[in-house]
């Protein structure tokens, strides 16, 4: 599968690169000739690795969850009255820059971990619900009344129509978010968060270029990586429930 | 059997549909006919509950449909609709297998209705069949819907607009083709159009309707002969009656038939026995002729029809 070729050497180069940065230490004293120490130790680039995704992947898993559940609620007859409300909060939320958000998180969640976590679950979840309302409500009216006007239970009518077809509009969301998510992470390293943002910050910290280059590196690659594994998600989902779009 | 008895149906303050009584026999076509906005599309939605009614009943084969199970209701009612809702992510064999697939028909059984409905339409499977909705024409796709709809054998049929939006000639093959199946598997139908000539052609009954009432629900004859008010003679065009009247009427009606049938003279040209009468006096004003023969399916020639008898009886 040439499709997910690109995501594949991406990962490969960015779990190389984790773990044998250490291999390019001449390379980084070229840079920053007059520092000792040039390599970032304080913790291990797989370990901040692990961290920042596992970070990203909780909050993309929950935020993507509580998204489209809000937003079927949203678009079914019973929560119709709440889709104003609901497309509002998310159109707002997301002019919030990430930063904003971090700030705010810190005197009601504290440091450490878990408010990075909230922030980012609350703050992913925008983009997500509000791709699954343009998803779902850009069905057009007649494929919903054709499918359940054919006999389909509200419960066919979602699952065989109308997830299917705003499921390419879904996941762009999810990969909105994500790709946002990956860097207010990085940027949780300030409130205590021990993320790929932690290198670039002692680097800013104590004026180590090289230290900021790695983490910058590795976040770049991630994101990079994911991105191109977004891409291949969605060729894949059109190939599977849009071919017409698929030359 | 569909009754509607004393029904209405508001939206807000409008009213759409406006205490009608309706009666659709089984193995009947009724036409509901009228302008844009009259409650025509209201009325179907009403039959197969994707509408609430307001007021008054509505009953299937006896029973009121609020009794029923709205799921179990549809899945014995073919509906076309307005401008097909095909699903754009299935193929068009998938398309016409919805309503069996959720009968859980057995995979080879389903096959082969899709198989037999696309040949039944005129669409090849081998070049259709895994195609999906956005490579179809209009007038295929439409064929789509009427195939979907006909998929599990529904006793009744409810078709809004099938052929709108479609040119003249697709138009008329499609509907030779619905009066083709209409006579091989007869389903109760209720036929929605505005175009008056479509709704002549098709109907055993037609209802006109005005403003969410049923003016006059009558024969396609009795319509043209006996408009109920002024509204209906506009609607059938006053003037023009006496033609439409011909094209109700197959030619075998009038003709003189031979006492036995004929060969035909080589390259002789003719009318079909059901061919109607407004088409026997387009070709005799072209051709100039006092009289046309008339042939059976078979291209034996089994009668005259002359121009004489035409203008006397013919309407
Ligand atoms: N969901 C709805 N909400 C509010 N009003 C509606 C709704 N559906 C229909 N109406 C109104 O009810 C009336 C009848 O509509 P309907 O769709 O039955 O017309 P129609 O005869 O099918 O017209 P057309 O030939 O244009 O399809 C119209 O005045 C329309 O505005
Ligand atoms: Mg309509």
């Given at each position: 599968m040439r499709l997910w070729l690109p995501p594949v050497l991406l990962a490969v180069l960015l779990y190389g690169l984790s773990a044998g940065m250490p291999a390019l230490e001449p390379l980084f004293h070229w840079v920053q000739p007059d520092k000792q120490q040039v390599i970032y130790e304080r913790e291990s680039f797989l370990f901040l690795l692990q961290n920042h995704l596992l970070l990203v992947l909780i909050s993309a898993a929950v935020g993507t969850l509580v998204a489209v559940a809000g937003g079927i609620f949203a678009t079914r007859p019973s929560g119709r009255d709440f889709l104003p409300l609901v497309s509002q909060v998310a159109s707002i939320g997301q002019t919030f820059p990430p930063v904003a958000v971090l700030a705010l998180a810190v005197p009601v969640l504290g440091f450490g971990e878990a408010p990075i976590l909230v922030a980012l679950m609350l703050y992913g979840l925008l983009p997500i619900l509000r791709n699954t309302l343009a998803g779902l409500e850009g069905i057009s009216p007649a494929v919903k009344e054709a499918a359940r006007g054919m006999g389909m239970s509200p419960l066919q009518v979602l699952v065989r129509a109308e997830l299917p077809l705003a499921g390419r509009v879904i996941l762009a969301g999810i990969r909105t978010s994500v790709t946002i998510n990956i860097a207010t992470a990085a940027i949780g390293s300030t409130i205590g968060a021990r993320t790929l943002g932690d290198p670039v910050i002692a680097g800013l910290v104590n004026g180590n270029t090289a230290y900021v280059l790695q983490g910058a590196i590795l976040i770049g690659l991630l994101a990079l990586t994911t991105d191109s594994l977004f891409e291949a998600l969605e060729r894949t989902w059109d190939r599977r429930f849009s071919p017409q779009v698929a030359v | 059997m569909i009754e509607l008895r004393h029904v209405t149906r508001r939206f807000g303050p409008t009213v759409a549909v406006d205490n009608i009584n309706l009666t659709i026999e089984t193995g009947e076509v009724c036409v509901l006919v009228g302008s844009s906005g009259c409650g025509k599309s209201t009325t179907l939605r009403m039959i197969n509950r994707l509408l609430p009614h307001s007021e008054g009943e509505i009953l299937v084969d006896g029973e009121d449909i609020t009794t029923m199970n709205p799921e179990q209701l549809r899945l014995n009612m073919g509906y076309v609709i307005q401008g097909t809702g095909l699903f754009p992510h299935w193929t068009v064999a998938r398309n016409i297998a919805m309503v069996p697939q959720l009968l859980k028909w057995p995979r080879d059984r389903i096959d082969a209705r899709v198989h037999e409905l696309m040949t039944l339409l005129d669409l090849d499977p081998a070049t259709h069949a895994n195609k999906y909705p956005q490579q179809l024409s209009g007038g295929q796709a439409q064929r789509v819907g009427v195939a979907r709809a006909l998929a599990?054998?529904?006793?009744?049929?409810?078709?809004?607009?099938?052929?709108?939006?479609?040119?003249?000639?697709?138009?008329?093959?499609?509907?030779?083709?619905?009066?083709?199946?209409?006579?091989?598997?007869?389903?109760?139908?209720?036929?929605?159009?505005?175009?008056?000539?479509?709704?002549?052609?098709?109907?055993?009954?037609?209802?006109?309707?005005?403003?969410?009432?049923?003016?006059?629900?009558?024969?396609?004859?009795?319509?043209?002969?006996?408009?109920?008010?002024?509204?209906?003679?506009?609607?059938?065009?006053?003037?023009?009656?006496?033609?439409?009247?011909?094209?109700?009427?197959?030619?075998?009606?009038?003709?003189?038939?031979?006492?036995?049938?004929?060969?035909?003279?080589?390259?002789?040209?003719?009318?079909?026995?059901e061919d109607n009468l407004r088409l026997a006096l387009s070709v005799m004003l072209w051709q100039g002729a006092e009289q046309v023969p008339v042939f059976n399916a078979r291209g034996e020639e089994t009668g005259v029809i002359t121009r004489e008898r035409l203008i006397q009886e013919g309407a």
């Open positions: - | 599990a054998d529904p006793n009744i049929l409810l078709m809004d607009e099938p052929f709108g939006a479609l040119d003249a000639i697709t138009r008329e093959s499609l509907q030779l083709e619905m009066l083709r199946i209409q006579k091989q598997v007869r389903k109760t139908t209720v036929f929605v159009t505005h175009d008056i000539d479509e709704a002549l052609k098709l109907a055993t009954r037609i209802a006109v309707m005005d403003q969410g009432r049923i003016i006059q629900h009558d024969t396609p004859e009795n319509i043209l002969r006996r408009p109920a008010s002024e509204f209906v003679e506009n609607l059938v065009g006053k003037q023009d009656r006496g033609l439409k009247l011909m094209s109700l009427r197959p030619v075998r009606q009038l003709m003189q038939a031979h006492p036995a049938p004929k060969r035909p003279e080589p390259g002789a040209e003719g009318l079909k026995e």
